[in-house]
């Protein structure tokens, strides 16, 4: 077992739930307009909604690998790329980040749940993300697949809870901060920037 990777994929993961996104903004609006546990339920429906996308990239990859195991590169290849259009895509973005509420209008908490594990589910990018994320991660010869496709997601959404957990209930100074440094949504898309570009090279460069 490689424990460099798992560190490395802890830390890839956290500097991609700190990068502004529409998840975390999610979050930090609904905990701004309704109160932090509502952020809170929201988080909870979005990490939900990730088990789903974990268990279809775990079976399906897993099937992948055992019919043509020459596909490894491939879907690695393709990892990389599609971090590096991600990049592209932020770098083409608007900077400024839009917190303010457009909505207005108080819901449940089971309401923010379920639109968190729907917008989840529903969002095939996030199915997508994980099959250009994992399979670069993998950090055993000898262990089942699908097994370490289900650790990386327990600490993919473990790290991402903590972090947008700490979002929502740091959201109305995060706010004020955004509001008061109007540089602030530049420096953070570079940092986006940076971390798809960092993943994209770790992908082309490793050699699990």
Not at 18 to 25: F, L
Not at 153 to 164: G, W
Request: aromatic share 14%; charged share 10%; hydrophobic share 55%.
């Amino acid at each position: 077992m490689n424990y460099d990777i798992l560190l490395t994929f802890v830390l890839a993961t956290a500097a991609l739930a700190i990068s502004p996104g529409p998840d975390n903004i999610f979050v930090l609006i609904q905990s701004i307009t309704n109160g932090k546990k509502y952020g809170i339920a929201t988080v909870a429906g979005l990490m939900t909604g990730c088990l789903v996308h974990a268990a279809l990239l775990a079976f399906g990859f897993s099937a992948i690998i055992k019919q043509n195991p020459n596909l490894y590169f491939s879907i690695k290849l393709f990892g990389a790329c599609y971090m590096f259009y991600l990049a592209l895509k932020v770098i083409r973005s608007p900077k400024d980040l839009d917190i303010s509420d457009r909505n207005g209008k108080k819901k449940s908490l089971s309401a923010l749940y379920r639109q968190g594990f729907i917008m989840n589910v529903l969002n095939p990018k996030v199915g997508l993300f994980f099959l250009a994320f994992f399979p670069g991660f993998l950090f055993s010869h000898f262990l089942n697949i699908v097994l370490q496709i289900y650790v990386l997601a327990f600490i993919f959404i473990m790290v991402s809870f903590v972090i947008f957990g700490t979002i929502a209930f740091m959201a109305g100074s995060i706010s004020e901060y955004i509001r008061a440094n109007k540089t602030i949504g530049q420096t953070l898309s570079w940092l986006q920037v940076i971390v798809f570009v960092g993943i994209g090279v770790y992908l082309l460069l490793s050699d699990k």
